[in-house]
Structure formats: C-alpha cells, structure tokens
C-alpha cells in the first residue's frame, strides 16, 4: 500500500483534458512540495514536473501540476497518444523521513 | 548531461545478497547538492524508494528495508553501490539509481534506465 493515494487508471481520447489526482496528509503532500514523473515500460522514469508546478526544461506545456491542502493533480492537455504510460507522484514524507511514491495511474488513450 | 547505469547480477539466489552499482558520468558524486538513491519496482507494482547516500557517507534507508539494506560511495569511482542482504522472491523487481535533488524533496532528476533482478533458485 502506497503512503500516496492514486487512481490505478485514467484514460481519454486525443485531444481531450485528463487529470490524474494524488492524495497524502498533513506528513508528506500538505508541506512538501509535490513532482510528478511519466514513465514508459523498459524505459528510466522522467521527471515531467517538479515542485507542484514547474516543468523541467523540454517538457511541453500541455502537462500542468498544482497542489491543494493534501492533495494534488497532474493535468495533461491535449492529450496524445505518445502521451500514454504510467504516471507517479512523489514527495517528501516528514514521518518516515524520506521520500514516498503514489501507486502510479496508466493512463490509456483511446 | 548527466546519466546513471546501473550493473549487477541479474538472478540471485533466496537468502543471498543483491548487489548492484551505480556509474555516474557527467557529473560527480562528490556534490553537496545531491543524494544518490536507489529505487524499485517489483513487477506489476509501483516505485518504492530503498535508500539514499549523501557524498559525505550519510546514508537513509526506507524503514521497511532498513535492516537488510547498506548504500555505499565511491568517489575514487564516481559509482555508489546498493546490497540488499537475505532476499526472497519478494526483492524481484526493476532495481533504478537515481539523482535526488534538495534536502527534503522527492524530486529525482536523472535516472538509470534500471536492471531487472530476479530471486530464484
């Protein structure tokens, strides 16, 4: 059982708007920042955003992160179909004193 | 740029110890900014976060693995190491090193491509 809470899948069709949500506490998401990370099978993960919303050099504009109390979204616009893989949050954990992962979303484009 | 590349055994036996290093190229390990990480995923499952080593030797393991897990550095090399002792078929998983960035963030900017370990006999 992840300490992160995500949705085990999520799915859309070209072009349309998904967002994937990402639940903690008071401990981990309410006063760490939050990154996200895409990744594909047999691939290294990338980071796709990182401190609840900035985007790493090279990452299109069509991904979009915020943060809200305990929770926190990774939206993705214009959805395509390269789009689709695995999608992690992370964050620091004040409790266990290092840093945590959601269960991950796979995002399917129909 | 920076990259990882991790190597090691890729089948070990139950009750033996992993082991597997990390080679750093295009940057050193010797850098108070980062913490070089160690990082899992059994098939079918999720990231789960093993340990991390400061440049200095300070190490911080995941509690669930603490008892079995020792992150070592070397800077001579610019690789950093990761033994996981008395493993079962629960520690078959992608093993990925990494690059941690600030003090208390899980913010992992450079990633190996990752090696499949398998448990069994």
């Known amino acids: 059982q992840s300490v992160l809470t995500q949705p085990p899948s999520a799915s859309g069709t070209p072009g349309q708007r998904v967002t994937i949500s990402c639940s903690g506490s008071?401990?981990?998401?309410?006063?760490?920042?939050v990154n996200w990370y895409q990744h594909l099978p047999g691939t290294a993960p990338k980071l796709l955003i990182y401190?609840?919303?900035q985007r790493p050099s090279g990452v299109p504009d069509r991904f979009s992160g915020s943060k809200s109390g305990t929770s926190a979204s990774l939206a993705i616009s214009g959805l395509q179909s390269e789009d689709e893989a695995d999608y992690y949050c992370?964050?620091?954990?004040?409790?266990?004193?290092?840093?945590?992962f959601g269960g991950g979303t796979k995002l399917a484009v129909l | 740029q920076v990259q990882l590349q991790e190597s090691g055994p890729g089948l070990v036996k139950p009750s033996e110890t992993l082991s597997l290093t990390c080679t750093v190229s295009?940057?050193?390990?010797?850098?108070?900014?980062?913490?070089w990480s160690w990082i899992r995923q059994p098939p079918g499952k999720g990231l789960e976060w093993i340990g991390y080593?400061?440049?200095?030797?300070?190490?911080n393991y995941n509690p669930s693995l603490k008892s079995r897990v020792t992150i070592s550095v070397d800077t001579s090399k610019n690789q950093f190491s990761l033994k996981l002792s008395s493993v079962t078929a629960a520690d078959t998983a992608v093993y990925y090193c990494?690059?941690?960035?600030?003090?208390?963030?899980?913010?992992?900017?450079?990633w190996g491509q990752g090696t499949l370990v398998t448990v069994s006999s």
């Open positions: 990494a690059r941690r960035s600030g003090s208390f963030s899980g913010l992992f900017d450079y």
């Open positions: 295009g940057g050193s390990v010797n850098n108070n900014n980062y913490y």
């Open positions: 080593i400061y440049y200095s030797g300070t190490t």
């Open positions: 008071s401990s981990n998401i309410e006063n760490n920042p």
């Open positions: 401190s609840n919303n």
């Open positions: 992370a964050t620091w954990d004040d409790s266990l004193n290092g840093p945590v």
